[in-house]
């Protein structure tokens, strides 16, 4: 167990709190990692979607950076929401190096289907962001995006997190399983093994930050040095809980529930379920 684990969130902003940085900041707190973060853009969305975005300058991106890194070890980091190719410049040139795991939710396409980022962005995702990280986490949208495959099948789904890591060099791929029938099955390829986590499908249209959420709380487990399964492992069944216990807030969909597991007086150390 790392004494203090420290955790930091490099993503967009979310001011109805359900995702974005918010999301992963409660996570971060409800798992006992310290929390800190760096903003890429504001962005003006509630549980109907997003009605603005406000991009940082790079000059700020890149000095809230400094100001982390300069001070304050990190045990472990997530990027969320990257809009561009020169924000991934800045991010990709400070993370370089850095001896921590990085847990990599790739924010690239809209609920609606509509992508989130720019090709070029893409294509400079999957190039030099991709070989940095120990894990990506993308549900079949994302997942199809970034192989440029379609998924209909469990089989795809287990392809495409191959894929992804033998073919652009990921560290891990967590292939999730939100957009399909039956249970909600995940899969996670480490390079070598093909492991699953299954969960059940929860009926509620209350899963406005689920990625966030399920990203931040693998970052959180990994700062305190559990491994990469155990990580996804605990993180699954935190999820699981935040979904079964979510919100009806708002006139969309409602935000995940991330003290669930204390609301049921679980504790959330990891192994405990």
Not at 203 to 215: L, V
Not at 217 to 230: F, M
């Amino acid at each position: 167990m790392i004494l203090t684990p420290c955790a930091l969130t490099i993503a967009g902003t979310d001011p109805s709190g359900g995702a974005g940085i918010q999301a992963d900041l409660k996570t971060f707190q409800e798992l006992k990692s310290f929390g800190m973060s760096v903003i890429t853009s504001v962005v003006a969305q509630n549980t109907t979607g997003v009605q603005s975005v406000h991009h940082i300058p790079l000059k700020m991106i890149e000095q809230q950076l400094e100001s982390v890194f300069s001070d304050i070890p990190v045990h472990a980091l997530k990027t969320g929401m990257i809009a561009n190719v020169d924000m991934m410049k800045v991010i990709a040139d400070k993370i370089t190096g850095l001896n921590a795991p990085y847990v990599m939710d790739p924010v690239m396409v809209a609920t609606s289907g509509d992508p989130l980022i720019a090709e070029n962005a893409r294509y400079f995702l999957r190039g030099n962001l991709l070989p940095l990280t120990t894990l990506v986490t993308p549900n079949i949208p994302e997942a199809e995006y970034l192989t440029g495959e379609t998924i209909h099948t469990i089989d795809d789904m287990k392809q495409a997190a191959v894929q992804i890591v033998d073919r652009f060099n990921a560290g891990a791929a967590l292939v999730k399983g939100g957009h399909m029938q039956g249970e909600a099955t995940d899969f996670l390829y480490d390079g070598s093994t093909l492991h699953t986590f299954s969960a059940k499908r929860i009926n509620t249209k209350n899963t406005h930050g689920t990625g966030c959420t399920y990203s931040a709380a693998i970052t959180a487990y990994l700062s305190q040095g559990a491994s990469l399964y155990e990580a996804v492992k605990s993180a699954k069944y935190f999820v699981t809980k935040a979904i079964e216990h979510s919100f009806s807030l708002g006139s969309g969909s409602g935000p995940t529930n991330h003290w669930a597991t204390r609301k049921e007086g679980m504790k959330n150390e990891l192994y405990h379920h």
